[in-house]
């Protein structure tokens, strides 16, 4: 079978993962999180990142800081020979589960104001519009739409 035809595996960040991570970074943000810094995220008592494998090949990911009761999802990313066929929508459903068995109040994350294309699938998960954030994003200069889920 095609392997873009296949659902993907969702796992804990390993590793082994991060050198692939470092590459969507690269190929989905004008500021993308370096190799250390997705390293130091293993370490870290507060992250929850996951991966989403695909015969081995890491697709996409979503990292989130579960703070007291609240998540703040950091990112979301996928290939772009992965996207448009539900890899991020897989990644926040599965941080969704992670929100519900851990009981916290809420989900928040900021998206840019431009990317109607992820807006309309934080959307669909059940995300609304909480504010903006006037000059959040560098290269391009933009404002951040902040989205929250309340649980």
Not at 24 to 29: G, N, T, V
Not at 38 to 43: C, D, H, P, T, V
Not at 106 to 127: H, K, P, Q, W
Request: charged share 30%; aromatic share 10%.
């Amino acid at each position: 079978m095609d392997d873009h035809l296949r659902r993907p595996q969702i796992v804990k960040m390993q590793a082994r993962h991060i050198e692939e991570i470092a590459e969507i970074e690269k190929l989905s943000f004008s500021k993308p999180w370096s190799f250390e810094a997705l390293a130091e995220e293993l370490s870290n008592p507060l992250a929850v990142f996951l991966v989403a494998v695909i015969d081995g090949k890491t697709v996409g990911y979503a990292g989130m800081h579960h703070i007291i009761d609240e998540g703040y999802i950091t990112n979301i990313a996928v290939h772009p020979d992965y996207r448009r066929r539900g890899i991020a929508t897989a990644l926040i459903n599965e941080l969704d589960n992670y929100a519900r068995k851990k009981g916290l109040a809420l989900l928040t994350l900021e998206v840019r104001c431009s990317n109607v294309v992820a807006i309309d699938i934080y959307r669909r998960a059940g995300f609304d519009e909480a504010g903006i954030r006037k000059g959040f994003y560098d290269e391009p200069k933009e404002d951040a739409l902040i989205m929250t889920k309340y649980y």
